[in-house]
């Protein structure tokens, strides 16, 4: 599970900022919270800002850390890694970007992280604790002088050189079968990265779920249609059944249609997004959707957040994080505050990242959660919107 990730120079993040899903120390919907010893954790979060806010460029630093940590050990001595570094400032756009996260596996705290730049890795790490009172401890550390590997780590002592400047040692080591990089590489498989404007990319992924739990799973929001079933034709891409009553109102009959001629743009993305969703609640996995609800009716939109808010429909502790538009979620009856995060840019075109539960207004007072999040917010109480 994640309980955080940090991003620093990297597009429009010059400064370390961090989105944190350890729960607050709030009494809001805790009956929702993922917990795991001592630790609470949040199921969802979602982020608003204006256009051009860096809602996007932190979907994209989660996409740029996932992707060197998947691929640099099979990088060839010139690859490239995709690093992109805050550009509008002299000192920044010459330095490395950054990231860590912070995973809980199996009950153990890890804490990773590595600066890069397109070039080469300057700075690597790994530590973990046992339990959430424990002391942590390093597993190895990697600067411009070379990879240091401590006592707790040994198994990993042959592999220090065969990593290339432009190959991230967790990568290095799991590519040679070690068991603690494998098992962070798998809780890091977890994570899932999609547009939620581009639902042609999600279109392929229906082939991953059958057609009984494509069926069990859009049931839940009463579409108007009895069944429906794969085909494989990209310009139709489902059959859906419906009943056909006579003028007494009984049903004579059923007739077949193609989803994507007779249903709505907003059904038709429901069902590219549903193995995505299906998947995500049947093993612990994070999503991570940029635009979610796009074309989508808010009542979906909700309803999908709720499978995840809910231990009945989210019992593996999957998590969603997700930057949308649609204000009608900001609603103290639906999301803890804790749960609700803002961007921002600064004069500098820095963005700033925040969370509703940390914010102060000019008078150092934090927000109470029986505020109108959604008024307060369009009215610009919180920042993150359009100067117009």
Request: proline letters at 2%; a negative charge.
């Amino acid at each position: 599970m994640l309980l955080s990730f940090t991003v620093s120079n990297y597009r429009s993040f010059k400064n370390k900022k961090t989105l944190d899903l350890s729960a607050a120390n709030v009494k809001e919907y805790e009956d929702s919270l993922t917990k795991v010893g001592d630790t609470a954790i949040l199921p969802s979060a979602v982020l608003y800002g204006a256009n051009s806010s860096g809602k996007s460029n932190l979907i994209e630093s989660f996409r740029a850390f996932l992707t060197t940590v998947y691929n640099s050990a099979s990088f060839n001595s010139s690859e490239e890694l995709p690093m992109f570094p805050f550009l509008f400032d002299e000192d920044s756009r010459t330095k490395p970007s950054s990231f860590e996260t912070e995973l809980l596996i199996d009950g153990d705290y890890y804490r990773y992280g590595f600066s890069a730049t397109k070039e080469k890795v300057y700075e690597e790490y790994l530590f973990f604790r046992t339990g959430n009172k424990g002391r942590e401890k390093c597993l190895f550390v990697r600067s411009e002088d070379g990879i240091g590997v401590t006592t707790h780590y040994k198994s990993v002592e042959d592999m220090v050189e065969r990593t290339r400047d432009n190959a991230l040692f967790l990568s290095v080591a799991d590519a040679f079968n070690d068991r603690i990089a494998g098992m962070i590489m798998r809780e890091l498989k977890g994570f899932a990265i999609f547009d939620g404007d581009k639902s042609e990319t999600l279109a392929s992924k229906a082939i991953s779920i059958s057609d009984e739990e494509l069926n069990i799973f859009l049931a839940k929001f009463k579409l108007g249609f009895d069944s429906i079933r794969k085909v494989d034709n990209p310009s139709i891409k489902a059959i859906t059944t419906h009943k056909v009553y006579n003028a007494a109102g009984e049903v004579t009959g059923e007739i077949s249609m193609a989803l994507s001629d007779s249903e709505s743009n907003g059904t038709n993305k429901l069902f590219d997004m549903a193995p995505i969703f299906v998947k995500a609640l049947a093993d612990r996995r994070v999503l991570i959707i940029d635009e979610f609800g796009s074309s989508m009716h808010p009542m979906i939109t909700r309803m999908l957040i709720s499978l995840f808010n809910s231990k009945e429909t989210n019992p593996m502790g999957s998590q969603l994080i997700f930057t949308t538009h649609d204000t009608n979620l900001l609603d103290n009856r639906f999301l803890r505050r804790d749960q609700i995060w803002f961007t921002e840019k600064d004069e500098t075109a820095a963005t700033d990242l925040y969370s509703l539960v940390e914010f102060k207004d000019a008078s150092g007072v934090k927000v109470r959660n029986d505020r109108s999040y959604e008024k307060d917010y369009i009215n610009g109480k919180y920042g993150a919107i359009p100067y117009l």
